[in-house]
């Protein structure tokens, strides 16, 4: 079968939702399917340029066009050339945009209406046209299947686009909510956009032969909006890893690898190595490593927050890796932090990838989560729910502990097989009938 796979990000885009789309083509080149993906252009001169991503593979780069971001920044180049419209950001509110910008606390009405046309549904609806015309060229090749995911939701409208245009067979995959997406901020949102969103959602749900979902809470409110009791449910899965143990001496390292945004608050962990610093509990040189767009939270510079708790000489911020470095960095650690605040159906990427390297984690995450069950069910790790400062002092040291002492229960390996890359992705193609 010939399959079209519109994701707005895709390896090498560095963005995280692009392993997710990579793992389901080449899941289905697996099986002897000819994928061709729909992604972003990325920088330089070749951006658009279609590539191969191996055997089976076709990547197709597709430019935005223009929209009504595109004419705003234009009339605002013109009405203040030279400088920038205060509170504007200089690069997308996205969760994989750094830097020390500070969302607006609050926006005339009329502004926030305008907002929320140029962030309806997202801040890539130029790319909806662009993409959903080339899934188009690709149906009328002789592909049968069209496969979305998201986020940014406009792949969804773009997969819609191409449902009503073809009829041909569209699965639509939810990675994060759409309605109920905790990461888009007021200031771009009105109930006029929010009544939209909604509707277009309908839509598509409506439309759609088949939805997946990469968590069992999202699949849940999903099967409650449809009405249905049939979500497809599949975790992005933990890849293999080649675990070598060896004994751990000196300083312990304690690493965080992701990025910075909305809940995902360092601070509460930084109060905690301070106050375990002043009691003398963790030794001197205890090495605390943040992997990522790390180097600012809330527009705060992260080593000044650690400087307030007292362990600005223990914090290195080093910034984006490449991915196996990331992987060799997580083994190479004692303990791995893991933040995950204010995310009560979506489970981090990097967990799956914590869990593959098989060191303790630290998560920080809400008490009725996902990533709290799975963390809890995989066994050898602890967790981090509230403002509790003994919960968050035992856990730490906990953790530590039994990264050094091999007597110290590990994780569950069946329970871990299960959420294996393999047998998600088997689960999947088996629902699609791939």
Same mark, same amino acid.
């Given at each position: 079968?010939?399959?079209?796979? *519109? ?98 606390? &609050? ?165 905690? *190595? ?66 995950? &605040?204010? &995310? ?16 303790? *984690? ?48 590990? &994780? ?23």
């Amino acid at each position: 079968m010939r399959i079209v796979l *519109i994701a707005y990000y895709y390896p090498p885009d560095p963005a995280v939702g692009g392993l997710r789309a990579a793992k389901v083509a080449r899941a289905m080149v697996s099986r002897g399917h000819a994928v061709d993906v729909i992604a972003a252009t990325l920088p330089g001169p070749a951006g658009e340029r279609a590539d191969t991503d191996g055997d089976g593979i076709r990547v197709h780069r597709v430019a935005r066009s223009f929209d009504l971001r595109n004419l705003a920044s234009r009339v605002g180049r013109r009405l203040r050339p030279g400088r920038r419209t205060e509170g504007e950001p200089t690069v997308a509110l996205t969760p994989a945009a750094p830097g020390a910008w500070n969302r607006p606390a &609050q926006q005339p009405a009329w502004k926030r209406h305008v907002m929320s046309a140029l962030w309806l549904p997202d801040d890539r609806q130029g790319w909806i046209r662009p993409a959903a015309g080339r899934a188009i060229e690709c149906v009328e090749r002789g592909a049968q299947l069209v496969y979305t995911t998201s986020p940014p939701a406009s792949v969804q409208i773009a997969g819609w686009l191409v449902k009503r245009r073809t009829g041909a067979r569209w699965a639509m995959e939810f990675r994060d909510p759409w309605t109920d997406n905790p990461w888009k901020p007021a200031f771009v949102r009105s109930a006029w956009s929010d009544a939209a969103e909604r509707w277009l959602e309908r839509r598509c749900l409506r439309a759609a032969d088949h939805v997946i979902a990469v968590t069992e809470s999202t699949g849940r409110r999903l099967m409650s909006r449809m009405k249905t009791d049939h979500v497809i449910i599949a975790r992005n899965g933990i890849d293999p890893y080649d675990r070598t143990s060896s004994g751990r001496t000196g300083p312990p390292a304690i690493v965080y690898v992701g990025n910075l945004y909305d809940e995902r608050d360092p601070r509460p962990f930084f109060r905690a *190595i301070g106050r375990l610093r002043q009691r003398r509990l963790l030794p001197e040189g205890t090495r605390i490593d943040f992997v990522g767009d790390c180097q600012f939270y809330e527009g705060m510079a992260v080593d000044g927050l650690a400087d307030e708790c007292g362990i600005a000489d223990w914090l290195t911020c080093v910034g984006r890796r490449p991915h196996a470095e990331c992987m060799d960095r997580m083994a190479a650690a004692d303990v791995l932090l893991l933040l995950a &605040q204010g &995310q009560p159906e979506q489970v981090p990427n990097k967990l799956y990838e914590y869990f593959a390297v098989g060191r303790p *984690i630290v998560a920080y995450t809400d008490q009725e989560s996902e990533t709290m069950a799975m963390v809890q069910l995989a066994k050898g790790h602890y967790t981090v729910t509230g403002e509790d400062a003994a919960q968050e002092d035992a856990a730490i040291l906990g953790a530590l502990r039994a990264a050094r002492d091999t007597a110290q229960p590990q &994780q569950d390996e069946g329970v871990l097989a299960q959420w294996s890359t393999e047998r998600q992705m088997a689960l999947l193609l088996d629902e699609l009938g791939l």
